[in-house]
């Protein structure tokens, strides 16, 4: 219900997206010689790899004809906007979750499921596969978006203010776990046996502070960024979800770059994400250390026993029931 109507208002105003649209390639073709603006609005913190590699790799790359114009902690639009703005004409870049596209596109629900990616290289080598063509094509026909690259957020830890051993999902049991504010990720909160709060990225401190939530889970280079190693206790290895993030593109805005610039954009957004993917990885090898140093437990649960929890969760789940036909196999078979 909640994704049929998103989908309704969305994909209206993607269609008024287009009408600016034609206007806006005929306003750009009378000034070609001006650059155009990319305003790119994200919740990650300017130390966040994904920042980073957008700030010093993808904005260089396209300084000849473009400039990046990134509003980084949510400063522009609100986590999950940013989708909408896009289609709304008033945003040009975001980096967007697989969540949020299934607020709209049920089948991208599949990339929301726990222990599915199994790594960095299998995420990247699912963004590339043949299957994945028609995805992006919807994504691009009806929301006017284009997702030009897949960024490597990191694996999900769950990272805890109470000192309650974590070791099955069973141990979870009335753990109010913080998850962002999709029903996707509210669902992957309870699927790991937790009770899932919504709250924004930008209030989980505050919500660790005053113990309005019991934990978090994010990948291990966000929680050193957001400092939430001082509000919380300790860090369980679960791995539930190897994250992602794809660098999403005015379709509007690209229908209006020369062939070579378009290009150019795709490069230096490939480029930004294999980037971002390496400082990602190599952060997560070392971090672990860092929380030990900060007075954090951390430690490595029975993660068999999470995996076959929240795998069965979810195949047995409606969301199972929109993902394209055999499509998890070709996933696991890459
Ligand atoms: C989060 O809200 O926990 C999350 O990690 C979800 C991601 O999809 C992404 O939006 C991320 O926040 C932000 O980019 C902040 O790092």
């Given at each position: 219900?909640?994704t049929t109507?998103?989908r ?20 750009s073709?009378?000034?070609a ?15 966040d ?10 904005g ?9 114009e990134?509003?980084w ?42 222990y ?24 691009e026909?009806?929301?006017?978006v ?38 996707a ?32 889970d ?14 919380t ?15 999403a ?34 952060l ?10 900060k007075?954090?437990?951390v430690?490595?649960?029975?993660v068999d ?9 979810y ?8 993902w ?11």
């Amino acid at each position: 219900m909640t994704t049929t109507l998103r989908r309704r208002t969305l994909l209206g105003a993607a269609a008024f997206g287009m009408v600016s649209a034609s206007l806006g390639i005929q306003f750009s073709s009378a000034r070609a010689q001006e650059k155009v603006t990319l305003r790119l609005s994200s919740p990650a913190t300017p130390t966040d790899q994904r920042a980073v590699a957008m700030t010093e790799i993808f904005g260089p790359a396209i300084a000849e004809f473009a400039t990046l114009e990134p509003h980084w902690n949510a400063e522009l639009f609100k986590q999950g906007t940013e989708l909408e703005a896009i289609a709304r004409g008033n945003l040009e870049m975001c980096i967007a979750s697989a969540q949020e596209l299934a607020t709209i596109f049920p089948e991208f629900s599949i990339f929301t499921a726990g222990y599915l990616h199994r790594d960095a290289e299998h995420q990247k080598k699912v963004f590339a596969a043949d299957f994945m063509q028609p995805l992006k094509q919807k994504v691009e026909d009806e929301l006017n978006v284009k997702l030009l690259a897949v960024m490597y957020l990191g694996r999900r830890q769950l990272n805890l203010r109470i000192d309650k051993e974590i070791k099955t999902p069973a141990d979870l049991a009335g753990v109010k776990l913080r998850m962002p504010g999709t029903d996707a990720w509210q669902f992957l909160g309870s699927a790991l046996g937790a009770s899932p709060v919504p709250t924004a990225f930008t209030e989980i401190y505050t919500a660790l502070q005053t113990g309005a939530i019991d934990g978090q889970d994010n990948p291990l280079p966000s929680n050193r960024d957001s400092k939430f190693y001082e509000v919380t206790k300790q860090i369980v290895l679960t791995s539930h979800l190897v994250d992602l993030n794809y660098i999403a593109f005015s379709k509007k805005v690209w229908d209006g770059l020369a062939p070579e610039q378009q290009a150019v954009v795709q490069k230096a957004a490939d480029d930004a994400a294999e980037s971002g993917r390496q400082k990602q990885l190599a952060l997560e090898a070392e971090l672990e250390q860092f929380f030990k140093d900060k007075g954090l437990k951390v430690y490595t649960p029975d993660v068999d026993a999470f995996r076959t929890h929240v795998q069965k969760v979810y195949l047995e789940s409606d969301y199972a029931k929109s993902w394209p036909e055999g499509m998890v196999d070709k996933i696991n078979a890459l």
